[in-house]
Nanobody, 122 residues
């Protein structure tokens, strides 16, 4: 059964850090383009970062450049999103996704998880 499960969200103060995890079952992530996108209340989905099968990183959102980093642990079949210097505008539901062979244009993944909520507030 194919499943992507995100974890690691929570409440953090501005300037703080969080690391999100996405554990996959039923697929092998390094055969896919795997990445992260988010959706804030009342806003459209926003693609963040994606890592290709070859390990190259696609950056979609200028707003997180230099603050968010994507990585993948093939042995654990897990995708990570390290988020530093968090800002209130980063508050959103964060989702991981997987697309066969390639990274999508932004959010057009074939599979995605249920999401994890990140709240940035003092």
């Amino acid at each position: 059964q194919l499943q992507l499960v995100e974890s690691g969200g929570g409440l953090v103060q501005p300037g703080g850090s969080l690391r999100l995890s996405c554990t996959a079952s039923g697929i092998t992530l390094d055969n896919y383009g795997a990445g992260w996108f988010r959706q804030a209340p009342g806003k459209a989905r926003e693609g963040l970062l994606c890592i290709t099968k070859e390990g190259a990183v696609a950056q979609y959102a200028d707003s997180v450049k230099g603050r968010f980093t994507i990585s993948r642990d093939n042995a654990r079949n897990t995708l990570y999103l390290q988020m530093d210097n968090l800002k209130p505008e980063d508050t959103a539901d964060y989702y991981c996704g997987a697309k066969s062979d390639i990274c999508p244009g932004a959010t057009d993944y074939d599979y995605w998880g249920q999401g994890t909520l990140v709240s940035v507030s003092s």
